[in-house]
């Protein structure tokens, strides 16, 4: 005679409810760890978020900023202009300055070099926006880039170095290692000869706070190829950028 267990049949179903209540940020932590990559400031984790979970994410930011305006002393529930600010704070940080982080990298239609161009490109400025990952102010700038094709150098369109620069820096960035990333993404995207990249940016960190210093700006670059070989074609470059 079958006897009727006390305890419940464990179904798949229930294995799925077992962590409902873990914060969706716990669980895409765990993928990224189980998959030994990192997660910084300025690193994708897009393959990490299963759909619908950014939604969830925004939901636990506001959560927290919450809790952070609360810690600040200010009165949400009474200020008409506070009320709705850890929502906006959340959705901002992840749909908008920090969006790089948590959406895959733009479609860029790849052409053969068909005419087999091998004269220098310069494309710019850009204008480019991303926050300081020391402090999370607003670092705005522009960026010059430049390509030397030869007969196998894919072609992209123009519009898609603007793409590409607005998704690196839509993370928590310091501008040295942005401009490396970028630089990274288009050789690997184009294999040219030579790809140089110039950005000069204002840092709100020394702007709005510090030093308070309005008219300072950063200006770096990369070279790649044969800019760094050739001293003529890297000051051809440099010499062409308006600035």
Known sequence: MLMKSDQPMNTAADHDDGDQGVPVS??????????????????????????GELEKLLDEVTEKMQGVLESMVIDTENDHNTGDTARRVAKMYLKEVF???????PEVTEFPNAEHLNELMIVGPITVRSACSHHFCPVIGKIWIGVMPNEHTNVIGLSKYARLAEWIMGRPQIQEEAVVQLADLIQEKTQPDGLAIVMEASHYCMAWRGVKDMDSKMINSVMRGVFLKDSNLRREFLSLIPR
Do not use: C, M, T, W
Request: glycine share 6%; hydrophobic share 35%.
């Open 26 to 51: 716990v669980k895409i932590r765990e993928r990224v760890l189980a998959a030994r990559k990192r997660f910084h400031s300025n690193d994708n984790i897009a393959e990490f978020i299963q759909p």
């Open 99 to 105: 969006n790089g982080r948590y959406v895959k990298g």
